[in-house]
């Protein structure tokens, strides 16, 4: 068993912070959150860092909306190697993560995406799932590799779509599995207790 | 509430159309079997169809394995037209139907797949599924549009993928949950409880 020592990064709201902070002050995962980095400099979740005592980071990265561009990058991970972060945890993040982030990290950082992947991939999952007309949708904890959504897959957790749903009623939804996911994929992951086999995630003693 | 005349297709085993049988004799699904139809000469669902005396053919589909030639297209409007079917149900049918017959059918071509749509369409899906390394599964009851394994989702059930599935395992698991989505979905058609808006497949009087 080990102490996770957590970088989360995150554009927005922090919900899944949140719920990741909650569970450990009450003891129920052997982690700490060791900093937050947010491309956004008023975004929620760094609010919530610093509201919780949480040394909390604003990394401008500049013009593009979607990518993280080098300087950024390295300032991210020098962020994240002073506070002794071990494992990275991407929290509503909206950049693609690349090749230098996750080299410093390997098999180290986690995402959660709202869809049951490999349906959806992309912004807005829970509009899409909505869309095509699916019955069930839900969320995907999964290491992140250098495509969108594509990194082996830790878990998974279901939710039904029903017909009354909105975009924003399913997303609710969902979000709500979202926390039990992220908080069951860390525990398993503080635990050692799963293995990557190619693209299979194992669970060991099982 | 109607009863379904139900024209079955399938290339191999039969046992979906063995467990629509098996529930029109317990009286517990407004249909009856009306014909059965393979491409595939000795199919085991032929034999299943003359046991329960349901007229079963076979149609030559020619060298093609995917595809469904016009004049056997024709043949199988014809049989299922003079059989009095008014509802197509594909159980296994491994070739891809194609316009004339949808036309003939409107909005009254069912299908079975067997992996949570639209992730993994075509072939052994099952077997996709386990080596992209999901962590649910399950089969999807759509209504059959011209694309492969795109068209309106009726009804989904999910099932776990475990550590120790091999694709034999796992195909086991999602066919006895097929069963159960074929024969609700047949339900809910007969009873007139769906209603298709665009690609969502709603459930009236809900």
New interface residues.
């Given amino acids: 068993m080990e102490t996770l020592q957590l970088g989360v990064l995150g554009s927005g709201n922090g919900s899944n912070l949140q719920a990741i902070l909650d569970v450990i002050a009450a003891c129920k995962l052997e982690a700490k959150v060791a900093c937050v980095i947010s491309d956004v400099a008023d975004a929620f979740i760094l609010e919530r860092a610093r509201e919780a005592g949480v040394p909390a980071f604003h990394v401008d990265c500049g013009p593009s909306k979607s990518k993280l561009e080098k300087d950024a990058e390295q300032r991210a991970i020098s962020i994240l190697q002073e506070h002794g972060a071990d494992t990275v945890a991407l929290a509503g993040f909206m950049r693609i993560i690349k090749p230098d982030l996750l080299r410093a990290f390997p098999q180290r950082v986690l995402n959660i995406h709202p869809s049951?992947?490999?349906?959806?991939p992309g912004l807005r999952a829970w509009e899409q799932a909505?869309?095509?007309?699916?019955?069930?949708s839900?969320c995907t904890v999964h290491f992140v590799d250098e495509g969108m959504d594509t990194g082996?897959?830790i878990?998974?957790r279901?939710v039904l779509v029903h017909?009354r749903d909105t975009p924003d009623t399913l997303h609710k939804r969902i979000q709500s599995q979202e926390h039990i996911a992220y908080i069951e994929a860390l525990r398993l992951l503080a635990r050692g207790r799963i293995k990557i086999e190619?693209?299979?995630?194992?669970?060991t003693n099982?």
Same sequence: chains 1, 2.
Wanted: hydrophobic share 35%; glycine share 12%; aromatic share 8%.
């Fill in positions: 049951l992947l490999p349906s959806f909505l869309n095509y007309g699916v019955r069930h839900g082996p897959i878990l998974q279901t017909d190619g693209r299979r995630v194992l669970r099982d």
